[in-house]
């Protein structure tokens, strides 16, 4: 594993966690940094991940926290990238830190709807983050943009390219 991490095949992404915070689970996720390889590696092209939604959404994952990395890369002031998980298994795919003072929480769905349970882990981190809590997005596979509440949005994942 160290190996792959050398040579940028394989990326370990960090649990997000404050020290009061004990029922956190602090085991880091491994991402493999090109989700193209990774369906190459496992002989998996679009229909065999049409029909598997669990390793499309397992890929999409990875697929949007590579872009999102980009995307960070641009800004001038430094973003680090967590992921975030207690133990009742409430959990947010990544966690966005810009400095000591802003937050934000990314929860990625392979799914055409999103619906107020999808919120669940992103509520979890507002109430642990407080008011370093800048915003939750639930990026999906959907058509509109819609709020769920106080700093809570769905998204489509093309918003990732798209400028309107």
Known sequence: M???????????????????????IKTPKLH??????????????ASALGRDRSLLGQLLETFVLQELRR???WHDAAITFHHFRD??????????????????????KA??????????????????VGNR???????????TSAGFGEGLFAVPIRGLWETT
């Open 32 to 45: 493999v940094s090109d989700t193209g390889l990774a369906c190459a590696l496992l002989g998996l092209d």
């Open 133 to 143: 809590f800048t915003a939750g997005v639930v990026l999906y596979d959907g058509e």
């Open 111 to 128: 799914a055409a709807t999103v619906i107020g349970s999808d919120f669940r882990g992103l509520r979890k981190l507002r109430e642990a």
């Open 87 to 108: 133990k009742d298994g409430a959990e947010v795919d990544i966690v966005l830190e810009r400095g000591a003072h802003e937050v934000a929480g990314i929860e990625v």
């Open 2 to 24: 160290t190996l792959l991490e050398r040579v940028f095949m394989l990326e370990e992404l960090p649990p997000w966690h404050s020290n009061r915070l004990s029922r956190l």
């Open 71 to 73: 995307h960070a890369s």
